[in-house]
């Protein structure tokens, strides 16, 4: 698809600059003005809408969401600016400098490659692609067109995690011999419905499902909760496990996938309208080092208000050196003597929630991608480490836990992990006809395609089909 398919006559986005007064983008300065537009307006989107507002010379000209009452909502806290339901109305608005995307995942891809179409520089919420041929069409769209484009894996401008991974990459730590990146932490169900959800007459909900299905919708919720259908989500490895992935390819400075993957897992203990798993583990390997990447959305055991923990931890990076253990969460970590026992150094950070918008800025201002902290091909990285986990667990089939023990690789981390997610879901009375062991995949980081074993089934994965009318193009 073309970018005229994406956008309305010109005439019309003349006269919504005209209506406000706006002068043309044009090369910018240190300190000159940046007027961006916020699409997505639930609570990340408000909460970057404020971040924003506070960086002095920045101007939110525009709101965008396809639920009206959201959108009405939120232009109630900004002064004077333009509300549009459908994000094409933006796209031609020559005062515009940056669009701030904060919409479901399956959204992330088509509209940055449009923005960078239409000249735009684009933040982009994690995860930034809901495939990984996504991910490729936004790193071509950006080298094409020469854009600058941030993704929202905000932790990469927290203190801490540039301080470490500074450490890391200089060999203060020695050797790294593997890494563990986690999010334990807990959901509810989301509901499972008889009839279709009705869809409010204030949601556009051709508009909200894009280039994904326009499915009916049986979970309760309309909002957040689709997060947890693959259709639309990512689950918690795409929600919460890619800050994770990201702060760990930061700080090793890892520019490729892994080139490995298994995954075991399941969504236990809820009948509901959900497929993503609530508990998930994987296994990779990136050049020789193994690396868990691991989610947990369950109590305990059953009847327990109890979240477990792993090495001291409930989300995080822990990296294991040949001089040190590294164990870092958002706003901060430690680094330890290798028996962990008596810590060598203390890194501070605030967690980047405003201190990434800022770099941003200061990239578009200077005109320098690579003053950023996130840059989209990093997102396409740790995004894609998600995508690999989540391959493996829909390729999956019915094991049981001796299954799993015996065919899982024996990483020294991985066993640790393993063990504690099956004594996790025996304390629940988890139903072991729901655990799933997906097939060890080969993975060639420099095609981004599966190779050997099973790859036919896994490269159909890597790409999904889309609505015509909103499909991310072949061509960018």
């Known amino acids: 698809m073309n970018r005229r398919s994406f956008i309305f006559k010109t005439a019309s986005a003349a006269a919504f600059a005209s209506s406000y007064n706006l002068l043309p983008a044009q090369s910018l300065g240190a300190n000159e003005r940046v007027n ?47 509300k549009v339901q459908d994000y094409r109305r933006l796209l031609d608005i020559q005062a515009l400098d940056a669009i701030v995307i904060v919409t479901p995942n399956h959204w992330h891809a088509a509209m940055t490659i449009a923005a960078c179409q ?78 279709p959800l009705p869809i409010p007459d204030h949601i ?61 897992g399941g969504r236990f203990l809820w009948e509901d309208a959900a497929d993503a798993p609530n508990m998930l583990f994987s296994a990779m390997k990136y050049q020789g080092i193994p690396l868990t990447v691991e989610i947990r959305n369950l109590t305990s055991a059953i009847g327990s208000q109890a979240m477990p923990a792993h090495m001291g931890m409930r989300n995080g990076v822990i990296i294991r050196c040949e001089n040190g253990l590294l164990k870092l969460s958002r706003g901060g970590g430690r680094a330890f003597t290798p028996d962990g026992k008596e810590i060598i150094k203390t890194y501070l950070g605030n967690g980047g929630a405003a201190d990434h918008p800022a770099n941003f800025i200061d990239a578009i201002r200077a005109d320098k991608h690579s003053l950023l902290n996130a840059p989209i091909e990093g997102g396409h990285i740790s995004s894609g480490i998600c995508h690999l986990a989540n391959i493996s667990y829909r390729l999956g089939t019915q094991a049981s836990p001796d299954e799993v023990r015996s065919r899982m690789p024996h990483y020294e981390n991985l066993r640790a992990t393993m063990d504690a997610h099956l004594h996790q879901l025996a304390a629940n009375e988890a139903d072991w ?39 991310v193009p072949d061509q960018v």
């Not at 960086?55 to 909502?73: E, F, M, N, S, Y």
């Not at 991974?165 to 200089?170: E, L, N, Q, S």
């Open 204 to 264: 556009d909900y051709n508009l909200w499902a894009g280039p994904a299905p326009m499915a009916p919708i049986y979970r309760e919720r309309f909002h957040y909760d689709w997060h947890w259908d693959l259709r639309w989500g990512a689950g918690e490895m795409g929600n919460w496990g890619v800050h994770y992935t990201s702060d760990l390819c930061n700080m090793l400075g890892w520019s490729s996938m892994p080139d490995s993957v298994m995954s075991a």
């Open 433 to 471: 006809s729901r655990l799933k062991l997906g097939p060890q995949l080969s993975f060639d980081p420099a095609t981004e395609t599966f190779t050997g074993n099973d790859a036919t089934g896994a490269n159909q994965l890597l790409r999904y089909d889309m609505r015509q009318e909103f499909a």
């Open 36 to 82: 961006i537009a916020v699409i997505g307006l639930q609570h990340k989107g408000r909460s970057l809408v404020d971040h924003f507002m506070a960086i002095p010379g920045v101007r939110v000209i525009a709101l965008c969401d396809v639920d009206t009452k959201v959108l009405d909502q939120a232009a109630e806290r900004v002064p004077n600016v333009k």
């Open 118 to 195: 239409a000249g735009k520089h684009v933040y982009v919420e994690k995860p930034v692609s809901h495939c990984i041929w996504e991910g490729q069409q936004m790193c071509a769209a950006r080298e094409k067109y020469q854009r600058i484009i941030q993704s929202g894996t905000q932790h990469l401008s927290c203190p801490s995690i540039i301080d470490c991974g500074r450490d890391i990459r200089a060999g203060v730590y020695g050797k790294v011999l593997w890494a563990h990146c986690f999010k334990i932490n807990l959901r509810q169900s989301v509901g499972l419905r008889r009839s």
